[in-house]
Nanobody, 121 residues
Framework: QVQLVESGGGWVQAGGSLRLSCAAS????????MGWFHQAPGKEREFVAA????????YYAEPVKGRFTISRDNAKNTMYLRMNSLKPEDTAVYYC??????????????WGQGTPVTVSS
């Protein structure tokens, strides 16, 4: 399974923006559908957004539709999550992962360190 490293998190005021990056360790990254997930304090990890292996299709959780944009650059083995109009409820640790299949959006079992995002009101 490809190794992934998330970055780009930080502190931002409500209404602000951040761009997260997910760097993969090898070129097989381009073979995988990929997703972003987040885990808020005291809650289970949840799906945020997904993108097909070639970037042709994307899918978003309802709370982030119209505010977040997922993208990828296979030449750089990197995936991104542009987050606009951030809300305090977006506060969480954000993780990227490869997806087992597109229909379920279920991730593989191994997770990286994630990157924390804090949105203040």
């Amino acid at each position: 399974q490809v190794q992934l490293v998330e970055s780009g998190g930080g502190w931002v005021q409500a209404g602000g923006s951040l761009r997260l990056s997910c760097a993969a360790s090898e070129h097989t990254f381009s073979s995988y559908h990929m997703g972003w997930f987040h885990q808020a304090p005291g809650k289970e990890r949840e799906f945020v957004a997904a993108i097909t292996w070639n970037g042709a299709a994307t899918y978003y959780a309802e709370p982030v539709k119209g505010r977040f944009t997922i993208s990828r650059d296979n030449a750089k083995n990197t995936m991104y999550l542009r987050m606009n109009s951030l809300k305090p409820e977006d506060t969480a640790v954000y993780y990227c992962n490869a997806l087992r299949d597109w229909s379920t959006k279920n991730p593989y079992d191994r997770w990286g360190q994630g990157t924390p995002v804090t949105v203040s009101s």
